[in-house]
């Protein structure tokens, strides 16, 4: 293989296809899974650090270009931002063969006339690396004269991102939550609950022969943290549906729901299906009805539930936004985990950064209202509606916490006694959580416990 060539066709087809995607990463590597392993570790830290770091490198390509690179066709614009990674931060790679090798792609690519710009480009940003990496140096000096811009360079987060958090929840939160992203989100799993605390340990020691490192999480009881580990499939206990990957903030939720055995449970947006297969073992005897928008997302869910043996689930295909009389006050429980504009796991899928919109927030917001217009009906009078996303975004957490409260006939009430004490709160005593990114070891995330007047 040649790694550098397929680095860059992968960055081209993302900006062709507008999937600025991990999976398209991981797709790549998985079909070059009979490679050397050392090409293949070079290819996943130069395409996942590239794209974890795409401000920052635009910043500084357009600081030595006479061109900058939304100007720039894309296939010099990924050659640049590449081989301004490789330069910059894998000290692996000699300045000389980045450049070399850019210089390479780019006659190979046809763009022979544009060979002597790429290497003008490169040669004086490895003359000025020293420069570049100290971030005290005149490099950076301009750039401090606007705050929000000088984060979002530093961390590749978009400004419209930070402004939003700041505004919302404040520098002294912001910049912490931007500080931790730089070390990403590790794998979390949670331990099948059936399984007895021996067969625990046995799981959990057949995961660490298998070269994986786990840490117990702090916050909940059946979760591990897992490093090193490429991957859960091949994991000893996946197949045999032993343990869920899943982050602890979306156990916490499905907990704050108070789910007990016999009880009658309405997941609504459920692919892949992490908390229904919690919610599952949670209803005992009882029962839980779940569904997503297509076929294909009903799948996913089925192959969840299947592998993690959950009997009493049925699967269904549905749009959560139209009203299914059927189920009219039938639930005690309705878990709406609605669609969101998932900023709070850019730790985990760093695409989301570059893809989500100021403007997308809104037409969420929209279909966020439209599920819940329709879904609050299925609780029973008296039953709970768990509202969940996975963002950091007030209009599409509390204020859709106001909006329920106040067309609809429920009030929130504490969740202290699903919580671990070092959560609680006036705000989880008022009803609902907003999780930082990182700052508990979970993902950002926002949970509220709605219960329906009698
Ligand atoms: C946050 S994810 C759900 C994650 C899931 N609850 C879990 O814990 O594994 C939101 C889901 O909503 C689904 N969705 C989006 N629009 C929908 C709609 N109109 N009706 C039902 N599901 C929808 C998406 O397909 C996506 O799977």
Known sequence: MDTRETALLLFVEMEKTKNFGSSLIRDTLNKYDYEDPREKAFLKRLTEGTLESLLTLDYVINAYSKTPTNKMKPLIR????????????????????????????????????????????????????????????????????????????????????????????????????????????????????????????????????????????????????????????????????????????????????????????????????????????????????????????????LENTDRMKCSNVSVNVWDASVFMEQYKESADVVLLDVPCSGLGVIGRKKEIRYRVTKEDLAALVTLQKKIVDACWQYVKPGGILLYSTCTLDVSENEEMVRYVTEKYPFEAESIDPFLPECLHSQQTKAGFLQLFLGEWDTDGFFMARLRRKK
């Open 78 to 301: 990924s050659l640049l931002r590449l081989s301004v990674y490789q330069i910059l931060y894998m000290d692996t790679v000699p300045d000389s063969a980045a450049c070399n090798e850019a210089v390479r792609l780019a006659k190979k690519k046809g763009f022979e006339r544009l060979s002597g710009f790429v290497n003008g480009v490169l040669r004086t940003i490895t003359r000025n690396k020293e420069e570049i990496l100290n971030s005290e140096s005149g490099f950076w000096q301009e750039l401090q004269k606007n705050p929000v811009q000088a984060l979002s360079v530093r961390y590749s987060v978009p400004e419209w991102m930070i402004s939003l958090w700041e505004a919302q929840y404040g520098e002294e939160k912001t910049e912490p939550m931007l500080e931790r992203l730089k070390n990403g989100r590790p794998l979390t799993i949670r331990l099948d609950s059936r399984l007895t605390e021996e067969e625990k340990a046995q799981e959990i020691a057949a995961i660490e022969v298998a070269g994986v490192t786990v840490q117990k999480h702090r916050l909940y009881a059946d979760a591990w943290n897992l490093e090193g580990c490429e991957g859960i499939g091949h994991l000893p206990g996946f197949a045999e549906g032993l343990f869920y990957a899943q982050d602890v903030s979306s156990m916490l939720a499905v907990e704050a729901a108070g789910i007990s055995g016999g009880m009658m449970v309405m997941d609504l947006c459920s692919a892949p299906g992490g908390k229904t297969t919690l919610a599952a073992r949670k209803a005992g005897s009882g029962k839980v009805i779940c569904g997503d928008v297509s076929e294909r997302k009903a799948a996913l869910i």
